[in-house]
């Protein structure tokens, strides 16, 4: 059983910055891929960021130059650095891992709610 468990979400005000965790444990030897998509009212759910166990990331579009994907493998954990933060983005914040051997993400959490006041 592998479990996946974000925090660090809350109410900020437009320009600040907040920082996600999230945090793999259970039975696996390894993560591959780790990523952060989001999901607002109405819209469907968007790549964020994600990073390979390498180190390799990529980012949505939207959030280019703004936040920071990082992960730390000893911990299986990943974060994401969020900074001038806007109203657009406040969403439900999900963590996924992709787990060994197949690619696509295998686990998902339950979401972190982040609300960025104008």
């Given at each position: 059983?592998v479990?996946?468990?974000?925090?660090?979400?809350?109410l900020?005000?437009?320009?600040?910055?907040?920082r996600?965790?999230?945090?793999?444990s259970?039975?696996?030897?390894?993560?591959?891929?780790?990523?952060?998509?989001?999901?607002?009212?109405?819209?469907?759910?968007?790549?964020?960021a994600?990073?390979?166990?390498?180190?390799?990331?990529?980012?949505?579009?939207s959030v280019?130059?703004?936040f920071?994907i990082?992960?730390?493998?000893?911990?299986?954990?990943?974060?994401?650095?969020?900074?001038?933060?806007?109203?657009?983005?406040?969403?439900?914040?999900?963590?996924?891992?992709?787990?060994?051997?197949?690619?696509?993400?295998?686990?998902?959490?339950?979401g972190?709610?982040?609300?960025?006041?104008?």
């Open positions: 059983q479990q996946v468990v974000e925090s660090g979400g809350g900020v005000q437009a320009g600040g910055s907040l996600l965790s999230c945090a793999a259970g039975s696996f030897l390894r993560i591959n891929t780790m990523g952060w998509y989001r999901q607002a009212p109405g819209k469907q759910r968007e790549l964020v994600d990073i390979t166990r390498g180190g390799n990331t990529n980012y949505g579009d280019k130059g703004r920071t990082s992960r730390d493998n000893a911990k299986n954990t990943v974060y994401l650095q969020m900074n001038s933060l806007k109203p657009e983005d406040t969403a439900v914040y999900y963590c996924a891992a992709d787990l060994p051997p197949l690619p696509g993400y295998d686990y998902w959490g339950q972190t709610q982040v609300t960025v006041s104008s």
